[in-house]
């Protein structure tokens, strides 16, 4: 005996098909972000405590997730060098890292702003919010603002 679904059920199952099948690749698109949750991250050649660690990363590091294998990640930074860390040591708590030279934090996301400090290459910063092609951000000093969005990188 064949089962027959009604119109609507029918038509519901399509929708979320076609809805699915949109958003799927959008979703594989996006880069899983992962950012280093204790105050010394190790970045090793492979997935564990056997290989070297090649370097480390402070607190708060932005790093996205290139593949996975067990709990190990393998990630990639902002200069695009790849390495192992341990996922445990990870979280999903969104930062970015200065990329230019210089890069200048507002008080309100234009240029026009009043500038409140000034970072350098290599700054961790914890993302607040994000408004067009800006960044609210917070110093590890404590002090909060805005960044232009392509001079960091990060989520």
């Given amino acids: 005996m064949l089962f027959r679904v009604g ?3 029918a038509l519901l ?4 098909l076609l809805w699915w099948g949109a958003l799927a690749p959008a979703m594989a698109a996006t880069p899983r972000m992962v950012s280093a949750a204790v105050n010394e991250l190790n970045l090793r050649n ?5 290989y070297e660690a090649r370097w480390t990363v ?12 067990g709990k190990w990640l393998q990630v990639s930074d902002f200069e695009n060098d790849k390495a192992w860390v341990y996922r445990p040591m990870t979280n999903a708590t969104p930062h970015h890292v200065v990329k230019a030279k210089v890069a200048n934090l507002r008080r309100s996301p234009n240029t026009k ?3 409140v400090s000034r970072m350098e290459y290599g700054d961790v910063l914890r993302t607040l919010s994000r408004r067009g092609d800006w960044v609210q951000v917070r110093t590890t000093g404590g002090r909060t603002g805005w960044v232009a969005r392509n ?4 989520w």
């Fill in 58 to 69: 402070a607190k708060g590091y932005p790093l996205k997730v290139v593949s996975v294998r």
């Fill in 113 to 115: 702003s009043a500038v």
């Fill in 151 to 154: 001079l960091v990188w990060g």
């Fill in 7 to 9: 119109r609507w059920p």
């Fill in 13 to 16: 199952l399509s929708g979320l």
């Fill in 46 to 50: 492979g997935p564990g405590n056997k």
